[in-house]
């Protein structure tokens, strides 16, 4: 089934009519109620009226994470305060969140966005959908259940975690289909393994995964571990969250929204568009949002866009699977990390010195990262009791930052190689 | 007495003790006593050599993670209970041990001790025992 035909099917002819439009109008608004986009646009001369179509969206400056940063919290908000209904936010360096408001319309969108995709899994308001993505600041969990709610399906928000008590539910309950990350699903098919539950006891059918990268290989471990069929979803927050984009039964590719989010394909050297086909960074324009909408807002994810009509009978864009980042960014357990944020952790912590390595592991199917830190010989102790409360110090502070629980490993003075340019700091045995 | 012991972090992989007991040969340093505390990915190894200052440059030198400590070294008969007396003189005056390691030559044990206040265990021995 798909839910909203008149936007899902229409032909490109329209398509391109239909984003010409709403560009524009996004265009007048950043210009006359975001003071960062009047601003960027004064510095090239851009004026709202240069922008008349969609083909004439190379003209508009890119917004970055960083942009996002510098405006935290509500810089790039358009609308006054009492417009906004909530507010999302991810982790950022040293605290530093990026925030995103929604009005009661975005919020519309979002739920739209997401009840399409669990269309295109096949999910009807006769499911019963477990939402085992994390509820909170994070957008997966409130976003795959106002999509299931405007679908009309039974929503429980067990959250993420509590593994024993999520089996009990599906058993239950009777789920129909699992939402979460996919190394989560597959943790729970393991567990259900465990836990010596007879598939056949469960109604299990769909997965919808998302929030973190995953292979064909994995999908189908997945698969037949829990009896479904599996779903990708695509997303991130600063855009809307999940339901951005979302796999079909066809499984070719992911069904962008692009009545909403209009995607472009750029080079990462010359940031010029990309036949479709080609690799390249995957960019969003925010066509419909009112709280917070961004002009070419640069994902830094890998992809490619392919505008043939899906043989679901959809014709909006799909996009590949995300091959890679054209940023050093990992996602660990579903948490974006970077790099620098535990460098800075570690700048932070007088014992430690800025030498570092994430090593990125999968065991079973969770992901672990250890990161070694070198010992600064003033804080070197003969005491093992000493060296434990420096580790457990580091432990603290950089998972207070990353979000993410981690593994510190103490090593020797100048055993983590210096390199003249950029040093390598991540080594990822993940075979994903 | 209060002697210094040598404490050296070593990273838990093969063949690594083995440089550090290079170093040592080759600088003609004999090591009097030694113990090793040690975790999955790295251990302490604190010795007790015959010339500290000279090991410490040539660990240094070497690029180890290397630090001399004060440490208490007690003579005590090597007869059963001879450590238990001594123990409990230390504890009976508030003196708590961190670490400590001993060997036993031809009739007398000697003792080495992490204490956080050595000279105080030093007056506490040599008034008691």
Same mark, same amino acid.
């Given at each position: 089934m798909i839910w909203n035909e008149p936007k899902e099917c229409m032909s490109r002819d329209e398509r391109k009519v239909d984003q010409s439009k709403k560009l524009k109008e996004v265009v007048n608004k950043v210009y006359f109620n975001v003071p960062f986009y009047r601003k960027k646009m004064q510095e090239t001369g851009l @004026?709202?009226?240069?922008?008349?179509?969609?083909?004439?969206?190379? $003209?508009l400056p890119f917004t970055t994470k960083n942009d996002l940063r510098e405006n935290y919290?509500?810089?790039?908000?358009?609308?006054?305060?009492? @417009?906004?209904?909530r507010v999302h936010a991810s982790s950022g360096t040293t605290g530093k969140s990026i925030v995103v408001g929604y009005s009661r319309k975005d919020i519309d969108i979002f739920s739209e966005v997401v009840a399409r995709a669990y269309c295109c899994a096949?999910?009807? $308001?006769?499911d019963i959908v477990q939402i085992a993505y994390g509820y909170g600041l994070f957008t997966g969990g409130l976003g795959m259940h106002y999509g299931a709610e405007k679908l009309g399906a039974a929503v429980?928000?067990?959250?993420?975690?509590n593994t024993s008590k999520q089996l009990a539910l599906m058993q239950d309950f009777g789920s129909t289909v699992l939402a979460c990350t996919p190394s989560y699903a597959a943790f729970l098919s393991e567990a259900i393994e465990e836990a010596n539950i007879?598939? $056949?006891?469960l109604k299990l059918r769909v997965g919808i995964f998302g929030a973190e990268p995953w292979s064909n290989e994995m999908r189908s471990k997945i698969e037949a571990g829990l009896n479904i069929t599996a779903f990708d979803i695509y997303g991130l927050s600063e855009i809307i969250?999940?339901?951005v984009s979302c796999s079909c039964e066809i499984q070719d590719g992911l069904h962008i929204a692009e009545d909403h989010f209009y995607p472009e394909i750029l080079n990462? @050297?010359?940031l010029k568009g990309e036949k479709p086909g080609t690799v390249g960074e995957l960019v969003f324009t925010t066509?419909? $949002?009112?709280a917070m909408p961004l002009l070419r807002?640069?994902?830094r994810d890998l992809a490619s866009l392919n505008y043939d009509a899906c043989k679901c009978g959809r014709t909006n864009v799909r996009m590949s699977k995300i091959q890679g980042r054209s940023d050093d960014m990992l996602i660990i357990r579903g948490v974006n990390v970077f790099p620098s944020q535990v460098e800075s952790a570690l700048l932070e912590? @007088?014992?430690?010195?800025p030498h570092y390595m994430l090593i990125v592991d999968r065991v079973g199917t969770m992901d672990t990262l250890e990161i070694q830190v070198e010992i600064d010989d003033r804080y070197f102790s003969d005491e093992m009791v000493e060296l434990n409360k420096v580790r457990q110090k580091i432990k603290h502070k950089v998972e207070s930052i990353l979000g993410v629980s981690v593994i510190i490993n103490l090593v020797e003075h100048k055993t983590i190689a210096r390199s003249?340019?950029?040093?390598?700091?991540v080594i990822d045995k993940r075979k994903i | 007495m209060i002697i210094k012991q040598l404490t050296v972090f070593l990273q838990n992989k093969s063949g690594r003790l083995e440089d550090l007991t290079d170093i040592l040969a080759k600088n003609n340093i004999n090591i009097a006593a030694l113990s090793i505390a040690e975790t999955e990915e790295y251990g302490i190894m604190r010795m007790i050599v015959s010339d500290h200052e000279k090991a410490l440059q040539a660990l240094k030198a070497a690029e180890f993670t290397v630090k001399t400590t004060d440490v208490v070294s007690i003579e005590c008969p090597d007869i059963p209970g001879a450590l238990h007396e001594t123990l409990k003189t230390l504890t009976n005056n508030g003196i708590d041990v961190s670490y400590m390691y001993g060997y036993s030559n031809s009739g007398t044990a000697r003792l080495i001790m992490k204490i956080n206040n050595p000279e105080k265990a030093m007056e506490i021995i040599e008034n008691n025992l």
């Open positions: @004026e709202p009226g240069d922008v008349k179509s969609i083909d004439d969206i190379d $003209k919290p509500f810089g790039l908000f358009a609308v006054p305060k009492s @417009e906004i209904v096949g999910v009807t $308001k006769d429980v928000p067990v959250s993420g975690g007879d598939k $056949k006891d969250g999940p339901g990462t @050297e010359t066509i419909t $949002k009112e807002y640069r994902t912590i @007088e014992e430690a010195k003249e340019g950029k040093a390598q700091r | -």
